[in-house]
């Protein structure tokens, strides 16, 4: 079993950039897929970004595409976010999670993720 700790999130304006750090321990990531979620108020939590175990296999959400880079250090046992160009609608809990799966399509839906963070407070001023 794998535990996830977020990092990094913050109050931002319009504009500007964070990067989002996941750590994980228990296990080394790179057994696992790993992705970026993230999940407003009132709304389902959605798929930000993914990477495969090969990190020049990723994967990005139509509305994140050109603004958030995904990366992963194995030997730190890190996942990252680079998050630039933020919004107001970025404003969301973000979240990591690990995907056992053994196939090496990238998935985009919640439930085929195996382990989560508690997830780190994105919030982007107007």
């Known amino acids: 079993q794998v535990q996830l700790v977020e990092s990094g999130g913050g109050l931002v304006q319009a504009g500007g950039s964070l990067r989002l750090s996941c750590t994980a321990s228990?296990?080394?990531?790179?057994?696992?897929?790993m992705g970026w979620f993230r999940q407003a108020p009132g709304k389902e939590r959605e798929f930000v970004a993914g990477?495969?175990?090969?990190?020049?296999?990723?994967a990005y959400a139509d509305s994140m595409k050109g603004r958030v880079t995904i990366s992963r250090d194995n030997a730190k046992n890190t996942l990252y976010l680079q998050m630039s160009r933020l919004k107001p609608e970025d404003t969301a809990v973000y979240y990591c999670?690990?995907?056992?799966?053994?196939?090496?399509?990238?998935?985009?839906?919640?439930?085929?993720?195996?382990?989560w963070g508690q997830g780190t407070q994105v919030t982007v001023s107007s």
């Open positions: 990477i495969g175990w090969i990190a020049s296999r990723t």
């Open positions: 228990g296990r080394t990531i790179s057994n696992y897929k």
């Open positions: 999670a690990a995907d056992a799966d053994r196939t090496l399509a990238i998935r985009v839906g919640a439930d085929n993720y195996n382990y």
